[in-house]
């Protein structure tokens, strides 16, 4: 099992801009969800998904766009990129929901100009 | 889900046992207490999961009071690569949302 993976790793990106970030699991997991980590701060829920078809909004949403149309996969597309978006973008999954043992992707480091 | 309060940050020695409390008084009756660690550029990994008591696995002890209001991670005899953050999380197992606070950061010193 590769477990969770995301790409890229780094990314560079001008103001305005959009992209999506990439997050696959192949452990046949329902739960699936988005975190940004600011230097030296904790991990904040962006949006995460209960199962293919459904998802819903974290903590901080905005300027955030999910999506779940397979198990596996779970994008999360930035609309218009701003600097404030500059973090590291976490994405984890687990069996079920909450309190199951959270399984969590090495990270993606974007970089808003 | 219930808030969670934990030490910014906490030095200490190898070779020391090394004991973090979270405190949840507003824990409600179906909650686990979960903790994670993070080390730099990684993503959190679960360490231990407890409801009541004393909990213990090869990574660490987890001990909640009676009351349930806080919760201690014990890690025994610290290394300098148990430098790390460690959160502590608290929930109910049908909860949708899974919210990280800022955790404890530790430091190990040689």
């Known amino acids: 099992n590769a477990g969770v993976t995301q790409t890229p790793k780094f990314q560079v990106l001008k103001t305005g801009q959009s992209m999506t970030l990439q997050c696959a699991q192949d452990?046949?997991?329902?739960?699936m969800s988005w975190y940004r980590q600011d230097p030296g701060m904790g991990l904040r829920l962006i949006h995460y998904?209960?199962?293919?078809?459904?998802?819903d909004q974290g903590e901080v949403p905005n300027g955030y766009n999910v999506s779940r149309s397979t198990t596996e996969d779970f994008p999360l597309r930035l609309l218009s990129a701003a600097p404030s978006q500059t973090s590291v973008y976490f994405c984890a999954s687990s069996y079920s929901r909450v309190q199951e043992t959270q399984y969590f992707g090495p990270g993606t480091r974007l970089l808003v100009l | 889900l219930a808030k969670t309060t934990q030490p910014i940050s906490m030095d200490s020695y190898e070779g020391q046992e090394v004991n973090i409390t979270c405190s949840h008084n507003n824990i409600a009756t179906n909650d686990y207490i979960t903790w994670y660690q993070q080390f730099p550029s990684q993503g959190p990994r679960f360490i231990i999961q407890g409801y009541k008591t004393k909990v213990t696995n090869e990574v660490a002890s987890l001990f909640i009071p009676a009351d349930r209001k806080s919760s201690t991670l014990s890690l025994p005899r610290v290394s300098l690569s148990d430098t790390a953050v460690y959160y502590c999380?608290?929930?109910?197992?049908?909860?949708?949302?899974?919210?990280f606070g800022k955790g404890t950061r530790l430091h190990i010193l040689p």
């Open positions: 998904s209960v199962g293919a078809g459904i998802t």
């Open positions: 999380l608290v929930g109910d197992k049908g909860d949708d949302k899974i919210i």
């Open positions: 452990m046949n997991h329902e739960y």
